[in-house]
């Protein structure tokens, strides 16, 4: 949510009488809005996503995700953050050598069934990149998605970092509904 969406919250409450809940929920959000300029990192160049899980699981893409199911406005935090995790799987997975675009995990060092590629995490930076107007990255995401999607379309939750072959969990619907709402950012980035 953003600041300017929480003042049309506050003046849709107080346009019902509703004059004493829309000031607290004002001075709440605003308390929220500043309480969350802590996770931002400036010396990582980064949002970090947890406080308590150690330095490991600062950098996730939960930030991304949570972005995306907010409706946030894609700010250059949230960007640099993205491009953050685009720098760290990059890196850490072979299946993404030569790509435009690198398939995501959810962060450095996770071991849930190898640690693999989240169709949900690669597909959540595409929706988010055609939530910034950037459509040709947003493609880039998709088209490697669509490079370790089987010609039977099925989702798994995850690929294997190094081969590609779909790992754990079978037609996650959480993959399928991922790739659903990024076709919808894509459209609407397109007009």
């Not at 690669?122 to 459509?135: H, I």
Request: glycine share 10%.
């Amino acid at each position: 949510m953003s600041a300017a969406a929480l003042a049309r919250g506050a003046a849709w409450l107080a346009g019902r009488g509703e004059s004493a809940a829309a000031s607290l929920c004002g001075e709440v959000g605003q308390e929220l809005f500043a309480a969350l300029e802590d996770w931002w990192l400036p010396e990582q160049g980064f949002i970090r996503a947890h406080l308590l899980d150690g330095a490991e699981k600062e950098l996730d893409v939960s930030v991304i995700l949570a972005a995306n199911h907010a409706g946030l406005a894609p700010d250059e935090k949230l960007k640099a953050t993205l491009a953050r995790l685009d720098a760290l799987f990059s890196a850490a997975y072979p299946v993404n050598r030569g790509r435009a675009a690198p398939a995501l995990g959810r962060y450095g060092h996770d071991k849930y069934y190898g640690g693999g590629s989240w169709y949900a995490a690669t597909l959540a930076a595409a929706e988010f990149c055609y939530r910034a107007g950037d459509v040709a990255r947003g493609d880039a995401y998709l088209e490697t998605v669509r490079a370790f999607t089987p010609e039977s379309g099925d989702l798994s939750e995850q690929f294997d970092r190094a081969t590609g072959a779909q790992t754990s969990a079978r037609h996650l619907a959480w993959s399928y509904a991922a790739f659903l709402t990024a076709i919808g950012a894509r459209r609407a980035a397109s007009g």
